[in-house]
Structure formats: structure tokens, C-alpha cells
């Protein structure tokens, strides 16, 4: 599964950035199973698999099936691009905070100073700091390709809804978040760095790629949480390049300042002094982490269907923390380590007043309000147990309360899935009972690839779905099956198959769905949209072409054109 990296982090790091670097521009002083083709389901079987007598034709269907979804596969293709440049984009950030930590900021005017005095010549200095910068960039791309290396693009895809791990990185950032608030340093072997320190004197290239090496060491416990925090994000994104771009993003922006101050080495005298602020810095940061750990906790929570974990205990928490951050910043709590705020500067009245509304308003989620602009983040709307929201339609009632109804009276799968369940809408989770479903009722299928922790997923839900023109053509022109593929819902025996497409062993509800995405529609990104009539075919429009699922489109009315071609071509 692709995640998009989170919108909201993205402009929530852009503000701390800007907020930070307004601070310090003020004086020292002023701060303190199946064989189907691509055109019928009629041979859907989850649970044979194929014999050696059967191999050949399996071979041509498979062959049919691939070059029928050549213009899907371009399709998906669109997405990738977008979620590199948000990983690039996150990791410019990170480093550019970085470059304020008290572990980096003062080694800037010593480290330009060494380079300018050391190389004899303003264009050697130059040329020595332009190498110290590229390695820089060196290190930190080589750390992503390792992470790459290591787990693969397959393991990287599966870190995303892995319980394991999202525990594992639960715990990695809540430690993280604890070191920026001071309890402790987490630092590398101080051997290593003398090592790499005593390569550094050896003069050329390589003593300046050990003296990088050094810096990469020495700061580690300012650049450690951001680091890791970037990793885990950029590896869970399942994008083989991921980690890479990340770094590649956080290493520019570190190298940047000791290059671009080389060149323009009297711009060191418009810099602010070290001080206090540098700590208040890692502090904010310290709350953010803690902050941004709680998404990985609910994703476990959501897979496993542990249902304790709730959107208002989740924003809770979340409005505890950023009023601890506001009153921070106001100077009315700090740490051992703070220095005091005799007075309340401009640049934190400013960040305190970005946090403090942001807290307020949280405070209507708790009783059911969207919060469409951090919907993506929390848990879904349905695991809140106290909401006065109102449905788009105007009534929290069932859609299968009034119109035609199926008779099939037992939903396959339903009781899985109250916790992402969109309500008012008439919700199938299982493919050959949404078939006789379209049948009864003469409606198409639309199937909704989704996932517990899809983030775009719940964008596509808050954002687009509760316009009320999509919302109606759903609940009632449309029989919606949502084919939750992260569900680590044990299949039975009897069910468990070994995919033909795959070769895998599908022993999950969310394996079973991932390999019918895949292998029917080659895609394995959620969200994914698809139109069938009710013999589970792809349907045409008025021009003869294939209607193409869709990914995840914010655009109202270009998924609403999609959604009424699907309608159109199943009267016709």
C-alpha cells in the first residue's frame, strides 16, 4: 500500500520552520484465490489453485487478463511521482529544522571558519566546502539505500499495517520525542567519532569526507529523532526509493547552510547567537514526536480490531499535548534544562497563537465535528462513541432501512469493519454477495480498495465523499463493496489458498482483497476505485472506451464525472 505522506505534517513542519526562524533572528537577550479475467468474475474461486493440467490455459488467461489492463497500470503510475516529491519535500524540512538544533548551529561559523582559513584561498575554501557539503549528502543517501537494501520495496510496503513494527515505531518515536524534551541523549559511541575524527586530519578528499562523517556522528543526537522519524515515515510509504529521497531531501538542507555560508562567509556576522532558544527548539520538536507516535499506535489498533483506541482518546491526547506546547512557548511550564523567559517575545506570541487555535479547533472532534483539514490523521469518524454530527444526507439512519432491499440478510465480514463504516451508506464487504446484490437491486458496483490505515483513504471519505451529490449517487445509485486489504483477519482453512498471480500463501481477509486487486486490476494502491456491472465486468462508456478505476481524485467534480459515467453506462 502507497501512503501519501500526511498533508498536515508537511504544512504543520512548514509553520515550525518559519515560526523558528523568526525567532532566531532576534537578539541574543530578546529570548530566553481466483482465476478470473478482466471481463468476468464468473470463475472467481478463492480457494482452488491451478493443476499442471490446467497450467496452460492459465498461462493465456493470465496473458488476456494482463493486456486488457495496460491503460489501468498507466493509471496508478500517476500517483507515485506525488508521493517522492511530499518524501523529498518532508525530508527538506526536517533538515532545515536540524540546522537549529544546538548540535549543528554552533558548528557553522567554526566549520566555514576552518575551511576559509585552513585552504589559504577564498576559491580552495570554496571548493573544500562544496566537497564537505556533497558528503554530507553522500552519507545520509547511503543510510536510505541501506534501509531500502535491508527490508526491500516488499517488506517496506507490508511496515505500513505490520503490528510489529507499528508498535515498534510507536515506542522509537515516543523515545525520540522523550530525548528532545531532555530526559536524555541518545548518541553514538563516542569512539566512532574520535576514529572518524583522527581520519579527518589526513588532508584531501577523504580527511574532508571523514570530517562529514564526524559531523554526522557527533550530531546524532539532535538529527537521531528526526532521522528516525523521517525513515519510518518514508519506509512505510512502501516506495522502493522512499528512505532514499528522504534523505536525499534532509541531507541538501543540511549541507546547504555550510556550502552557501563558504561562499558568502560575511553573512556569519548576521547570524544570531547561540543560546536558549536553540533548546526551546528541540523541545517543540520533542511534543511533535510524541504527537506524530499516536498515528502508528492507532493504526495496530484499527488492524486488529482492538477497538479501544478511539478518535476522541485520540484527539485527546493530541489537544493535551499542544497545550502543553502553548504554555511552553508562553514560558508558564519549562524543563531543568530551559532557560527562563523574562518576557514573551514576538515570534513565540505568533507560534503560540498557530498552536492554541489549533487546539481549539480540535476541541469540536470530540463531539463529532470532521476536521476535514486533519481528517486523514485520525481515526476514522466511526470509532468515535459520542458524535452529534448529522450524516451528509440529513439523517444518521441506515440506507438500508428504506428503499429496495436484498435478500440476503447476513452481511459476510460486516462486523469487521463498524469502526471505518461511513454512515448512512449501504456497505458490502464481500464480492460474490455484492454480485447477487447488483443483480437484486439492478444497481452497478462500486468496489472501494481501502485500508484501516489508509490516510488517503479517510481524506477521500471526509473530503469528497460528504459532498452531498457523491454522497447520494453512493447510497443510492451504486451497491458500495469496500475491500479492506490490511484486515489481519485470519481466513479459515477451508479458504486459504496459494495465489496463481502472486505465489503467495493468502491466509488473511486482507491478503485475499490485496490479491484481487492486484492480480484482476494491477494495481496495490488504496484508495482504488472501480465500476462493475453485475456480472463483475468493467463497463464501457457512450465513446466504447473502458472506465479505468480511479486512485484517490480531490477534485468533487472529476470524481463525480467518474462516478456518473459508471451510472450511464449501466443503464445503457
Known amino acids: 500500500m502507497k501512503l501519501t505522506a500526511p498533508r498536515f505534517l508537511t504544512r504543520y513542519l512548514l509553520i515550525l520552520c ?27 474461486q478463492f480457494t482452488s489453485i491451478p493443476t499442471k493440467a490446467d497450467s496452460l490455459a ?20 500517476k500517483e507515485a511521482p506525488k508521493s517522492l516529491w511530499e518524501i523529498f519535500l518532508i525530508g527538506l524540512l526536517g533538515g532545515f529544522t536540524a540546522v537549529i538544533l544546538p548540535c549543528i548551529y554552533p558548528l557553522l561559523p567554526l566549520t566555514v571558519s576552518f575551511f576559509t582559513k585552513k585552504a589559504g584561498s577564498r576559491a580552495k575554501g570554496v571548493s573544500q566546502s562544496l566537497i564537505y557539503g556533497l558528503s554530507i549528502i553522500v552519507i545520509y543517501v547511503a543510510l536510505g539505500m541501506i534501509i531500502t537494501i535491508l527490508f526491500g520495496s516488499d517488506a517496506l510496503n507490508e511496515l505500513a499495517t505490520n503490528g510489529i513494527f507499528n508498535i515498534f515505531f510507536f515506542l522509537l518515536l515516543v523515545v525520540f520525542g522523550i530525548s ?25 578528499i577523504s580527511g574532508i569526507f571523514f570530517m562529514a562523517a564526524t559531523l554526522v556522528v557527533v550530531s546524532f543526537s539532535c ?3 528526526i532521522i528516525g522519524t523521517l525513515l519510518v515515515d518514508a519506509a512505510s510509504k512502501g516506495d522502493r526509493l522512499g528512505p532514499a529521497v ?26 544570531p547567537k547561540s543560546g536558549g532558544w536553540l533548546n526551546s527548539v528541540k523541545v517543540i ?27 476522541e482518546i485520540f484527539l485527546s491526547l493530541w489537544i493535551a499535548i499542544g497545550l ?9 511550564i519549562k524543563f531543568s534544562h530551559d532557560s527562563d523567559v523574562p518576557y514573551l517575545t514576538i515570534p513565540r506570541t505568533f507560534l503560540s497563537i498557530i498552536v492554541f487555535a489549533f487546539v481549539i479547533y480540535m476541541v469540536p472532534g470530540l463531539w463529532g465535528a470532521p476536521l476535514k483539514s486533519i481528517s486523514a490523521f485520525l481515526p476514522p469518524i466511526a470509532t468515535q462513541d459520542f458524535d452529534l454530527s448529522q450524516i451528509p444526507g440529513g439523517s444518521a439512519t441506515s440506507a438500508a432501512a428504506s428503499g429496495p432491499q436484498s435478500s440476503i440478510k447476513v452481511r459476510k465480514y460486516a462486523g469487521n469493519y463498524d469502526r471505518i463504516k461511513t454512515r448512512g451508506l449501504d456497505t458490502w464487504y464481500d464480492y460474490e454477495q455484492a454480485l447477487q446484490v447488483s443483480k437484486e437491486l439492478h444497481k452497478p458496483i462500486m468496489i472501494d480498495f481501502t485500508g484501516f490505515n489508509c490516510v488517503n483513504c479517510r481524506k477521500m471519505e471526509a473530503n469528497v465523499w460528504s459532498d452531498p451529490r457523491v454522497f447520494n449517487h453512493l447510497k443510492n445509485d451504486f451497491v458500495l463493496l469496500q475491500l479492506v486489504v490490511d484486515d489481519k483477519a485470519e481466513l479459515p482453512a477451508s479458504e486459504q489458498f496459494v495465489s496463481d498471480y502472486s505465489g503467495k ?37 457512450k465513446s466504447g472506451q473502458v472506465i479505468n478505476p480511479s486512485p484517490a481524485d480531490y477534485d468533487v467534480d472529476s470524481y463525480l464525472k467518474f462516478l456518473e459515467s459508471g451510472i450511464a453506462a449501466y443503464k445503457k
Not at 528532545?180 to 584531501?204: R, V
Not at 534532509?250 to 546547504?256: C, Q, W
Not at 502543553?324 to 508558564?332: E, Q, S, T, V, W
Not at 486482507?510 to 482504488?528: C, H, I, M, V
Request: hydrophobic share 50%.
Open 58 to 77: 492459465a498461462f493465456r488467461k493470465k496473458q488476456d487478463s494482463i493486456k486488457k489492463a495496460k491503460p489501468i497500470v498507466n493509471t496508478v503510475a
Open 223 to 225: 538529527t537521531g529523532p
Open 18 to 44: 518559519l515560526a523558528f526562524a523568526a525567532l532566531s533572528a532576534l537578539p541574543v537577550n530578546a529570548r530566553a484465490g481466483q482465476k478470473a479475467d478482466t471481463a468476468s468474475s464468473a470463475d472467481v
Open 180 to 204: 528532545f524534551l531532555g530526559a536524555f541523549e541518545i548518541t553514538l559511541p563516542s569512539s566512532l567519532a574520535n576514529k572518524l575524527d583522527a581520519n579527518s586530519d589526513k588532508g584531501g
Open 246 to 271: 528522504g534523505m536525499l531531501g534532509f541531507s541538501l538542507a543540511l549541507a546547504l547552510p555550510f556550502t552557501a555560508f563558504a561562499l558568502f562567509p560575511s553573512a556569519l556576522k548576521s547570524l
Open 505 to 541: 500463501k493468502i491466509v488473511s481477509l486482507g491478503n485475499k482483497w490485496s490479491d484481487l486487486e492486484a492480480k484482476r486490476f494491477n494495481s496495490n494502491s488504496q484508495p482504488y476505485y472501480v465500476l462493475l456491472d453485475s456480472d463483475g465486468n468493467l463497463m464501457t462508456d
Open 285 to 311: 520538536l520533542g511534543f511533535l514526536e510524541l504527537a506524530f507516535a499516536l498515528k502508528f499506535l492507532s493504526n495496530v489498533d484499527l488492524a486488529y480490531h482492538w477497538n479501544w483506541f478511539d478518535r
Open 324 to 332: 502543553l506546547m502553548g504554555l511552553y512557548l508562553l514560558g508558564k
